[in-house]
């Protein structure tokens, strides 16, 4: 008894009953009393984030300090807590599956699928016109994904370094949009696919390059904008460098492109006083940018996350700037195939030579897919592949309606019920007085009665933190036991009284009597307190 007061002094003075960091300690500990370290960090990959997110910097370095002072590896509530507590929303998020993609794994496990079978095609040529390309193996084939909340999954080469080649030209036109703004930008380039091959000497009725994704517009595009800076933050500070290399056998091999130069020098396409000749050196250095499939992945989901880079939380690009670019992407990103792009996968994506696809879902994720052997087209048989297996599988098509394609997967949704049933969401919807969060779990049939670790239900929690509205739906609507009592013996009433909620002491008072023979103890002592308070 006297160990047992202890410990509600030692809760009450906590003053939140129970906190977020309690409640997620009882999701990852399943009723045992400590957490072992690798089952936390299992536990947080499989909601899709990585030990290394900046965003969780705190947490880890905490838990490396703290793992030192224990014996066993392990972490009770109070050393859990320590841990999370700086990163408590972002884990708290995680763990209640509040990510764009709820059930990361299973959606993984269909990724990985999809790469095998991609994997198995032949066909299609590595790019040989500069010897640098033509070095890659036509085995390699990587795909990574990254989401909007930083979920993030990897499959094959993705550590492998390649440059972007032309999939830097819709990053470039973001960036010179979010410099400049949209309508000085387009008094040099427009906006229309062209129908004409990339790197064709043509311009449109206005002799302006026709869209920033072919090399006219690219190079124009180039003439705008100062680069580095924003690739490392639209990475995350993931890999973002530089081949030398790529860059000297692109300006041997850049008879074309000089020729273009040249070309738009002539038509005035420039903004006045620009060097044409260093701004080529520019444009072939920007497609010698290296990323692997993972850093690449981030850049994508920047832009699938409206500017806002999802591992880092920095504002990296403007929403007009990713809107035109997401645009222009849909329509022109895939050289020649692209209106069959946009037919069939309706995703906005830009490939380049070196066999990336960067391929952006709004609001969902950013994937990059990489394999050097292209088609006809100049673009990643396999990339092309698994985009157009992607939206067969999941109705991420622009033009999937999300209530009528119930034969497609929805990622987006939680699949099964094995959440709905958990204590955790229940708890978690009663701390935060979500009573609409709380109809829809009565509503599934989840037994509201239901306790955690500590015996406590979501009946204590609503009294502790005083929402009256919950109280009362539990209490009339899902008729739960009023007197519940935690492990130190507590019932909602002594949590009510405690805490000075005295409209919730009101509400549960009724009830009380109801129940008065199953309340004696706990019952009386609430009582008199109320007596006190009233």
């Known amino acids: 008894p006297q160990r047992q007061r202890h410990f509600t002094v030692t809760r009450r003075k906590a003053g939140i009953l129970p906190s977020l960091e309690d409640l997620l300690f009882y999701t990852i500990a399943e009723g045992q009393e400590k957490i072992p370290a690798h089952k936390f960090t299992t536990a947080l990959k499989a909601t899709g984030l990585r030990t290394g997110d900046p965003r969780l910097k705190e947490c880890m370095e905490m838990l490396k300090v703290t793992l030192k002072t224990t014996s066993d590896g392990a972490l009770d509530r109070h050393l859990f807590k320590k841990c999370v507590q700086s990163n408590i929303v972002l884990l708290t998020q995680a763990f209640r599956k509040k990510f764009v993609i709820p059930d990361f794994q299973p959606f993984c ?131 973002v460098g530089f081949s030398n290399a790529t860059f000297q056998s692109e300006r041997e091999s850049g008879d074309r492109n000089f020729a273009i130069g040249y070309y738009l020098k002539e038509k005035k396409c420039f903004p006045e006083g620009t060097d044409m000749t260093s701004i080529l050196d520019f444009y072939f250095q920007l497609c010698s940018i290296e990323v692997t499939c993972e850093s690449a992945s981030v850049m994508a989901a920047t832009l699938a996350n409206g500017g806002f880079c999802p591992i880092t939380g920095e504002r990296v690009l403007s929403p007009e700037a990713v809107r035109n670019t997401l645009s222009l992407m849909h329509s022109c990103g895939m050289y020649d195939f692209s209106g069959q792009f946009a037919f069939h996968v309706g995703l906005p994506a830009k490939s380049g030579v070196a066999g990336g696809i960067l391929l952006v879902v709004p609001n969902v994720m950013g994937i990059m897919c990489w394999s050097p052997p292209l088609d006809k087209l100049g673009n990643s048989v396999r990339g092309i592949q698994f985009c157009t297996d992607l939206v067969s599988l999941c109705n991420f098509h622009n033009y999937d309606n999300l209530r009528h394609f119930a034969k497609k997967l929805d990622p987006r949704r939680e699949g099964g019920d094995q959440r709905v049933k958990s204590v955790i969401n229940l708890l978690f919807a009663a701390y935060t007085g979500d009573v609409s969060a709380l109809r829809r779990f009565a509503l599934s049939s989840m037994d509201m009665e239901q306790r955690d670790y500590d015996s406590r239900t979501a009946l204590h929690v609503a009294a502790a933190e005083g929402h009256a509205e919950v109280v009362r739906f539990l209490l009339e609507a899902c008729k739960v036991n009023p007197v519940p009592r935690d492990r130190w013996g507590n019932t909602p009433m002594d949590e009510a009284v405690h805490f000075g909620h005295h409209d919730v002491v009101t509400i549960l008072r009724d009830y009380h009597t109801q129940y008065s023979p199953q309340a004696s103890g706990p019952k009386e002592n609430a009582e008199q307190n109320l007596d006190g308070m009233l």
């Open 109 to 239: 496990a269909h990724i990985d699928e999809l790469y095998e079978n991609a994997k198995n095609m032949s066909g299609g040529q590595v790019a040989d016109y500069i010897p640098q390309l033509a070095r890659f193996s036509p085995d390699l084939w990587a795909v990574s994904l990254c989401t909007i909340d930083g979920q993030r999954h990897t499959v094959g080469d993705t550590k492998v370094p390649f440059c972007l080649q032309s999939c830097v030209k819709p990053l470039k036109y973001a960036i010179a949009v979010h410099d400049h703004g949209t309508e000085y930008v387009h008094r040099f380039i427009g906006k229309e696919p062209s129908g004409l091959r990339f790197n064709k000497l043509f311009l449109n009725e206005d002799d302006k390059p026709h869209n920033p994704m072919v090399n006219a517009g690219a190079i124009v595009c180039t003439s705008l904008i100062k680069v580095m800076n924003f690739m490392n933050k639209l990475a995350g500070n993931e890999y």
